[in-house]
């Protein structure tokens, strides 16, 4: 997030009013309706979700960890932790696929 100078952005009368709360310290205005979570605009949600239900579907249909680790230059860690995190998700929705 960029600094902005109140001064340079804001009517005069209105820099006036907020000095009254606060004076030499960063605020944080938020943006008005409906707040976007992180990656919705950009796509990095979407494209993540794509990667790791595709890193899902190679375990299930018997891939090994190492082959997938390859494919998508991730630890094993992180690959169990991918695994894992839609087992939760899918045993929440009632049950996983093909197992």
């Known amino acids: 997030m ?21 004076q030499g310290d960063i605020i944080y205005i938020p943006i008005q309706g409906e707040k976007i979570s992180w990656g919705e605009k950009s796509g990095s949600k979407k494209a993540l ?10 375990y299930i249909s018997g891939c090994d960890i ?3 680790e390859t494919k998508f230059n991730l630890s094993e860690s992180s690959i169990r932790k991918i695994i894992s995190n839609i087992k939760k998700s899918n045993l929440c929705l009632g049950g ?4």
Do not use: S
């Open 2 to 22: 960029k600094y902005k100078n109140a001064k340079n952005i804001l009517p005069e009368k209105l820099v006036n009013e907020i000095q009254k709360y606060i």
């Open 49 to 58: 979700h794509t990667r790791n239900t595709k890193i899902f579907d190679l």
């Open 66 to 68: 190492k082959e997938i």
């Open 96 to 99: 996983l696929k093909n197992e």
